[in-house]
T-cell receptor
Framework: NAGVTQTPKFRILKIGQSMTLQCTQD?????MYWYRQDPGMGLKLIYY???????DKGEVPNGYNVSRSTTEDFPLRLELAAPSQTSVYFC???????????FGPGTRLTVT | QQQVKQSPQSLIVQKGGISIINCAYE??????FPWYQQFPGKGPALLIA?????SEKKEGRFTISFNKSAKQFSLHIMDSQPGDSATYFC????????????FGKGTHLIIQP
């Protein structure tokens, strides 16, 4: 089992560019999450999904979009990158709400 | 609105000492309280978790103490070791909901040899 995998590990974007952060899990988890981590701020929930075809906004969804066409994949899309989106992004999955969340290794994104 | 407040922001403990990190929450609907450990360049990993029907849970050197009436919970690391040096996050969620974990801001723990 690879667990939760994320690509890329690092990325530098120019303001206004777009990109997709990939997330895949092989644990057959229904629940998947995207968090961003800023220094000294903990992790904040961007979007989550309770199953294929179902997504919902978290605490900080502005500037992002997600889709969930399969159980395994939960990509995060940045349409018009802004410096405020410079952060480390973590994808996580869990069997159910209130169960352990397994985190990927993260994607460090810099927008300049 | 920060629903989980964590303190201290940073902590230095001598090897063999006890590390204590505290968290307080506001939402009385929260009913699952995990602690995550994060090493530099890695994603957070679950360390230990508690549900509000017990006041304490112990796993090896790690103990969670939970005070439902005060809406507080804490992590105690006994016999702290240099390998425990990491950032620790408390979190909370509602099992009946679906909207992920609410995290504290983290505590950077350094264990001095």
């Amino acid at each position: 089992n690879a667990g939760v995998t994320q690509t890329p590990k690092f990325r530098i974007l120019k303001i206004g560019q777009s990109m997709t952060l990939q997330c895949t899990q092989d644990m057959n988890h229904n629940y998947m999450y995207w968090y961003r981590q800023d220094p000294g701020m903990g992790l904040k929930l961007i979007y989550y999904s309770v199953g294929a075809g179902i997504t919902d906004k978290g605490e900080v969804p502005n500037g992002y979009n997600v889709s969930r066409s399969t159980t395994e994949d939960f990509p995060l899309r940045l349409e018009l990158a802004a410096p405020s989106q410079t952060s480390v992004y973590f994808c996580a999955s869990s069997y159910s709400q209130g169960a352990e969340q397994y985190f990927g290794p993260g994607t460090r994104l810099t927008v300049t | 609105q920060q629903q989980v407040k964590q303190s201290p922001q940073s902590l230095i403990v001598q090897k063999g000492g006890i590390s204590i990190i505290n968290c307080a929450y506001e939402n009385t609907a929260f009913d699952y309280f995990p602690w995550y450990q994060q090493f530099p360049g890695k994603g957070p990993a679950l360390l230990i978790a508690i549900r509000p029907d017990v006041s304490e849970k112990k796993e090896g050197r790690f103990t969670i103490s939970f005070n439902k009436s005060a809406k507080q919970f804490s992590l105690h690391i006994m016999d702290s070791q240099p390998g425990d040096s990491a950032t620790y996050f408390c979190a909370a969620t509602q099992r009946g909901g679906a909207d992920g974990l609410t995290f504290g801001k983290g505590t950077h723990l350094i264990i001095q040899p």
